[in-house]
Structure formats: C-alpha cells, structure tokens
C-alpha cells in the first residue's frame, strides 16, 4: 500500500511540476516533504488513505488529511552527536522541517491535518 | 540505484533515484556486500538525482559498515539539492567529502 501510494503521489506531482514549471530545485523539495509525510502515514498511524491537496500561490501550499487519532508525526528528530547515535529511521520529518517554509499541525474532527509551504 | 565496485576503494554508486520505493533493496545489498571491509568506501553520488531520508538510511548503514571494520567512509560528488539534503541532515559530519 505504501509503494503504490508514493507512485501516485509522485505522478501527481510530476503532473503539478510540469504544469506550473516549477525549477528542480523546489520540485525536489514538493515531492520530498510530501513523500516522507505519505510514508510515516503509513508506517506510524492506522490511516489507509489521505487527502492531498498541492496549490501554487506565492509559496507550494500543501495540504494533507487523514483520519486517525490525535497522534501527531511532527516530533523533532533528537539531535545526533555521534554516528553510533544515529537510529535508523526519524529523520524524515527532520527534512520535512528542514526543507519547508512553515509546518503545521492540527486535530480536527477526527482528522490529523498537514499544512505545508515549501 | 545502486552499484558496488571493489577497486582501491569499494566504490558504492548511488544513481537517479534512492527513496523508500528502493531503499530497502539497496540496503540489503550493502549489508551483504560491505562486511568486513578490507578498505575505505567511497559513496559516489554524482549521479544521483533524488534522495529521501530512506536513501539516507542506506547512506548511512554504509558509514556504520565502515566504522565496524575501522575504515572511513567519504562521499563523492554531491550536487544540487541532493548535497543541501546532506547538509541539512547532519551527514556531512561524518561523511568525508572527495573531490
């Protein structure tokens, strides 16, 4: 499920790419933070499907919805010391806060909501 | 991708794309390959047109591999958003860089 979610997400993103001609560089970024987001979905949370939503305004909003719990993803990243230190895993959200304008979370209505500028 | 060349080095070469669609591969591939090591790895990433934190994790069991076997790991040819990716996550502090 998560393969096939990431290969949809990713033609998604080609298409919106190519339409607003957005440069490598900042279609790296869209496809980078959406891709981590979509694969801690379903590797941490009991969500089967979410809602994504991609606008070009002055910044890449984005936006992205699934049902759960108040569980919430955007847990930072300890900061690493040392290689031996490094645990496998957890640093997506690290480059989804890296690579992002703003990140935000919220719970509403049984929903965990996403909102993104890149 | 990934390729592995034993040379004076062992050359790991990481090419298009290294996400959470492949990474796993590639991982299993280096943890085959890459124990023991009798000499230092270089990660050739000039090729290397997108990489997520996924791909880092195979980046970064390369380095653990070398540690193990008490050589240096270094990373070659970083561009582009993908060097910004290794900059930002903290892996440039361990990883050697080559011209």
């Given at each position: 499920m998560t393969f096939r979610a990431i290969e949809e997400v990713d033609r998604y993103l080609d298409t919106f790419c190519t339409k607003h001609t957005l440069n490598d560089d900042l279609c790296y970024r869209v496809?980078?933070?959406?891709?981590?987001?979509?694969?801690?979905?379903f590797k941490y949370t009991e969500a089967q499907t979410f809602d994504l939503?991609?606008?070009?305004?002055?910044?890449?909003?984005?936006?992205?919805?699934?049902?759960?719990?108040?569980?919430?993803?955007?847990?930072?990243?300890?900061?690493?010391?040392?290689?031996?230190?490094?645990?496998?895993?957890?640093?997506?959200?690290?480059?989804?806060?890296?690579?992002?304008?703003?990140?935000?979370?919220?719970?509403?209505?049984?929903?965990?909501?996403?909102?993104?500028?890149? | 991708m990934i390729e592995i060349h034993k040379e004076e080095n062992f050359f790991v070469v990481l090419s298009q794309r290294l996400d959470a669609m492949n990474a796993d591969d590639a991982k299993e591939t280096v943890t085959q390959e890459l124990v023991d090591?009798?000499?230092?790895?270089?990660?050739?990433?000039?090729?290397?047109?997108?990489?997520?934190?996924?791909?880092?994790?195979?980046?970064?069991?390369?380095?653990k591999l070398a540690q193990e076997s008490h050589k240096e790991c270094f990373l070659k040819g970083a561009h582009g958003t993908v060097k910004e990716i290794f900059q930002v996550s903290g892996f440039l502090t361990f990883l050697k860089e080559m011209e």
């Open positions: 496809r980078l933070v959406t891709e981590e987001l979509v694969t801690n979905i939503t991609v606008r070009c305004l002055e910044d890449i909003e984005i936006d992205l919805a699934y049902l759960s719990n108040s569980f919430d993803l955007t847990v930072r990243k300890p900061e690493q010391k040392d290689l031996a230190d490094i645990k496998e895993g957890g640093l997506g959200l690290f480059l989804v806060e890296s690579m992002t304008k703003t990140f935000s979370y919220r719970h509403h209505n049984g929903k965990s909501i996403y909102k993104l500028t890149v | 090591i009798d000499r230092n790895i270089v990660i050739d990433v000039s090729g290397l047109e997108y990489i997520s934190s996924a791909g880092l994790q195979v980046v970064l069991k390369c380095a």
